[in-house]
């Protein structure tokens, strides 16, 4: 039996730190961790960055829907590597929860490809409300952020 997973795998026009910072920050985050048409508001943001350490944030859909999402940080390797569990807040631990790993690789003209894997959940494309789309779509989000970034700020 094979595990469900699925890799989105995206270039961005940025320095590697900037897309690191946009993973990290609280602030950064809120402006992306959701699908179009969706909002996280800035105050439901946190990030404990340290392993063992936690984040939580809320996306409201436009209905009101609101979706709760936490997990808990398992490595990081700054400035090349999260991974992290993905869910609702009180799931439990262990094995069954999704884990998202995040690689940053540094390309020689400054950009940064980014390999997004989450184990845990199938390749839903194309499904209404589908993890897979949302994330796509919340990586549109976060490539509209980043030349918003100032450069001495990094």
Same mark, same amino acid.
Not at 5 to 29: K, N
Not at 74 to 85: S, V
Not at 95 to 124: H, N, S, W
């Given at each position: 039996?094979?595990?469900?997973?699925?890799?989105? %795998?995206? %270039?961005?026009?940025?320095?590697?730190?900037?897309?690191?910072?946009?993973? &990290?920050?609280?602030?950064?985050?809120?402006?992306?961790?959701? *699908?179009?048409?969706?909002? %996280?508001? *800035?105050?439901? /943001?946190?990030?404990?960055?340290?392993?063992?350490?936690?984040?939580?944030?809320?996306? /409201?859909? *436009?209905?009101?829907?609101?979706?709760?999402?936490? #997990?808990?940080?398992?490595?990081?390797?700054?400035?090349?590597?999260?991974?992290? &569990?993905?869910?609702?807040? #009180?799931?439990?631990?262990?094995?069954?929860? *999704?884990?998202?790993? /995040?690689?940053?690789? =540094?390309?020689?003209?400054?950009? &940064? =490809?980014?390999?997004?894997?989450?184990?845990?959940?199938?390749?839903?494309?194309?499904?209404?409300? #589908?993890?897979?789309? #949302?994330?796509?779509?919340?990586?549109?989000?976060?490539?509209?952020?980043?030349?918003?970034?100032?450069?001495?700020?990094?």
């Amino acid at each position: 039996m094979s595990t469900a997973e699925f890799t989105i %795998t995206r %270039t961005f026009d940025a320095p590697r730190e900037a897309v690191w910072r946009a993973w &990290t920050d609280p602030a950064l985050a809120a402006r992306w961790w959701h *699908p179009h048409e969706v909002a %996280t508001p *800035p105050e439901s /943001v946190s990030i404990d960055l340290r392993e063992g350490g936690g984040y939580a944030y809320l996306m /409201v859909d *436009p209905t009101g829907g609101e979706w709760p999402t936490a #997990g808990e940080y398992l490595e990081i390797r700054e400035p090349e590597r999260l991974r992290f &569990t993905w869910g609702s807040p #009180g799931d439990p631990r262990g094995d069954g929860v *999704p884990v998202i790993t /995040v690689d940053l690789a =540094e390309r020689e003209d400054g950009r &940064t =490809e980014m390999t997004f894997r989450l184990v845990g959940m199938p390749d839903d494309r194309g499904a209404e409300h #589908g993890v897979h789309d #949302g994330w796509t779509e919340a990586f549109e989000e976060l490539d509209e952020t980043l030349p918003d970034l100032p450069q001495r700020a990094l």
